[in-house]
């Protein structure tokens, strides 16, 4: 009978027979029934719902659940040379700990009284990627990076109250698809063409598209294809000349080494905290932040929360609450800056403690190492026969694009191949830039070693040599 | 009443430093792995080979900390953080604090989730795969609708895409110019007008009638041949469910327009009630919330979106199908809207709510919905006798379901302790605030409670014994509540307007140095 089970599920204190009867007989109702019948008879579901049969003890649950689990092959069990919006980076043991407690796991939108370490960890956060990318204002980090530039747009939009943004083509299709869909109705996401020998901006292209109806210039640095634009600070110019403002997208594992946005002209920065301290969980581990400088016309544009320091009653003590909450859909509705919700704290801490674990130099180190790793195995893949590498001439960060063209083999027959040898290849671009030919994006992180990068490079020439004669 | 009630209780309160200021130079906590010596010699001076002026001059400015104390520090914030899992979080009306088991915090560690490449072959990635296929299932069954993608990263999100669903729609139809307009609920949350807001339609909001529930001939004022939709919640913040809900989805479909359910309150309604019954085309499920993964202090969260296959072909891409044999990503849908987020989605969160599906099958969901509106009135039929407390609509003949929005206007007329007063004490009996009321509030110093089904009748005991006692405590010395948290983590902050002031709010540490020069 319906609301009176007999099984005693462990999440549900009052499931045991006794202790729900009691409630029952305290509000003078025989079972939940009584209660739903507020609902009318036609919109009930009167049946049982048709879901698998549980697995009732933790034992079978995670036998179960180990069991599909099985059926996938992991980076580290691979070797993994991924990127493209997800990278495999080392995440410190601390990291794991600090995040699986279940004070932060469990935590939600409580005040800054019961939650001040929740509030202090967001703003350490802030104040740390702030840092990185020597900008005062940081944002609650959004879902991804997609939606990072997806807001940043808009916000230059409602600024300006111009509605065209011109992006750079070799920003990530798939940020490119969310931007756009994001800008609808009336925001129109155009592109602006690049060098196809070097990778960079097309400047001539970009003036011809630059107007006074240009709400804001996008480009990626380090671009998705793994080149480093050197042309901010042209582009800056040519914006700012046409009142537009600049967003530029970062990776920020790169910032111990490379010039941050801001220094050559960005309004607005934004990126990915994946690679700091985030594991990769199928594309799950994405949060997007959004900086900018600490001017109330961009500071009153932000959707997203903004937790700031403050003083409390007690002398000496740090507070903390909400910064110019007004502008927030939950304080204001339809009348707020776009909308906001839950979006991806936790990952925010997560980046808060690794940064703090990482400090100046180990950034710097890990940069260095990245660039160090990236040239050693450009120099490497090169050797190979039929292989071109690097495909774009401007210098790059932890990846690059390798064009087999003159191997009379496709990207996916190769990556195939690979598997044999436990190997994930690098992303294959032919279906997102086809003007590329057969190129893959390949990236090289500190869990490289020179062992994994020759184990590529010897599997690769195996690959190669049993391939059919070149077209 | 014998409830216990923690009147000793004492917060940790470490008076914590900003990380910044435990920086003692030179200082490392981690080491970055070096690339061997060959590596380092083929490769050169790797920072004279960056293009001029992209090279960084500085270190940037982060703290220097040994290990030991970047975790000390971090483990004392979370110490003076209150989660759900270490609380009596019934205080979150609205939001359905549950309890986060931690099986499926040791699923998500396993490698072989937690270290997916999202571009991996298809082959080596089935297992995930399957998870979200079966969820998505399970999904459906729960909604009645046809189709569901887990793309989205949070409720409001999923809210997002169902006004661009909505939008798409239109669009397709070479309608959308006409079709300009979104009909929501004051009591609906309030992304259900913000997120169609920003998809650019104009939004029209509809009040309660005198049962509480939304009036029903404001929508039939409402609707036109401008109505491209209704984003609705039922029940909505009040905990009563609106028994014309298919009426009004009737209103809306005469007149042309689509109907969208925001079932992130759904937690009291599995198996009970679902989406299709009602009529609606389209529904969404705060997967974090309904199906027990915990928020993360706002996030990674994940929302699930379904709708009826007329509209599937507008569901971001990729989507997770099955061919028979083997699982795959399926992009090949030219009208769909694109994509609202990278990649498939906050995956881990999908493993965990499957998991926690799994563990409950068809008798736990409904068991979920059977204590959580068992808890809810016997939580009401305590706190109605406290003193300066009441709820909505009270009167009005209707039993509430899994949660109800109380008010504490009696009280600030008696006392002047007000509902964000009381909020700020009960943090000193180790509970955690409680959600007021998204603004604007309408009812006046407003509390929501939602004792859902993790809760035991000891856990409700305590927290109207605790109630009670505020209540109490402000009629003898409301100066004494007006200046609570006492012995919270932190103070009362001293000057609310200085976040609201551009020359005194800081986000960041370098911000207020600057503002603040010490």
Known sequence: MAGLSEKVYPYIANSAPELKKRMLDAIGLKSADDIFAEIPEHLRYGKQLNVPKPLLSEYELRRHVEGLLAKNHFAGEYLSFLGAGTWQHYVPAVVDTIIERDEFLTAYVGDAYADHGKFQAMFEMASQVGELVDMDVVNTPTYDWANAIAIACRMTARMNGRKQILVAETMSPARFAVVKNYCLPDIAVEKVAFDPKTGLMDLGDLKAKLSDKTSAVYFENPSYLGFIESQGEEIAKLAHAQGAELIVGVDPSSLGVLTPPVRYGADITVGDLQPLGIHMQWGGGLAGFIATRDEPKYVAEYPSLLFGLTETTKEGEYGFGQVYYERTSYASRERGKDFI?????????????????????????????????????????????????????????KEVLVNFDGTGLKVSEINHKLLEHHIFGGKDLSREFPALGQSALFAFTEVHQKDDIMKLVLALDEVLTHAPAMA | MTARVRKDYQQARWNEPIVYELSLPGARGVLVPEPEPEVQAAAGDVLKALPAGMARKELPN??????????????????????????????????????????????????????????????????????????????????GMDDVTFQPGGGNHAVYTAASTVRAYWMAKGQLAQRNEIITTIFSHPCDAAAPATAGFK????????????????????????????????????????????????????????????QANANAFLGVARAAEAGFDMCHFNVHKTFGTPHGGEGPANGAFCCRKELSQFLPVPRVEYDGKKYFLNSNYPNSIGKVRDFMGTACVILKAYAWTMMMGADGLRECADISVINNNYML???????????????????????????????????????????????????????????????????????????????????????????????ADPDFIKAAPHVSASHRRANDAALDDPAQWAVTWRAYLKKHPR
């Open chain 1, 341 to 397: 919700g839950t979006t991806t704290a936790l990952y925010g801490i997560a980046t808060a403690v690794y940064l703090s674990l990482m400090g100046p130099q180990g950034m710097r180190d890990l940069g260095v190492g990245i660039l160090q790793r990236l040239h050693f195995a450009t120099k490497e893949l090169a050797k190979l026969p039929g292989v071109k590498v690097p495909v774009l001439s401007a210098p790059g960060f």
């Open chain 2, 203 to 262: 939004v029209i909001t509809l009040y309660p009638d005198k049962q509480g529930v939304p009036d029903i001939e404001a929508l039939k004022a409402a609707v036109s041949e401008h109505t491209a939709a209704i984003f609705m919640t039922n029940p909505e913040d009040l905990g009563i469910f609106n028994p014309r809900v298919d009426e009004f989805v009737k209103i809306v479909h005469a007149a042309g327009g689509l109907c969208f359910y925001d």
């Open chain 2, 381 to 475: 039929a305590q706190l109605e006798h406290v003193k300066g407390l009441d709820y909505a609509f009270r009167g009005n003949g209707i039993k509430r379901q899994e949660q109800a929005r109380y008010t504490w206007e009696q009280l600030k007329k008696d006392t002047g302790v007000g509902t964000d007063d009381v909020n700020n004490r009960i943090a000193d009996y180790g509970i955690e605030h409680y959600w007021t009321s998204h603004h604007p509030w309408v009812i006046p110093e407003p509390m929501t409670l939602e004792p859902c089904e993790t809760y035991s009748i000891d856990d409700l005991d305590e927290y109207c014994a605790v109630i009670k006692r505020i209540s109490d405590e402000a009629y």
């Open chain 2, 62 to 143: 982060l703290p220097e900390v040994s290990q030991k104390h970047v975790l000390a520090h971090y483990l004392h914030l979370s110490q003076e953080t209150l989660g759900s899992n270490i609380t009596n979080d019934i205080s979150e009306g609205t939001c359905t604090m549950k309890y986060n088991p931690r099986i499926n915090e040791t699923l998500v560690q396993d490698p072989r989730f937690c270290e997916l490449h999202p571009d991996q072959d298809e082959d080596t990635v089935q297992g995930i795969l399957e998870i979200y296929h079966r969820f998505a299932k399970i999904i459906k069954e729960v909604s």
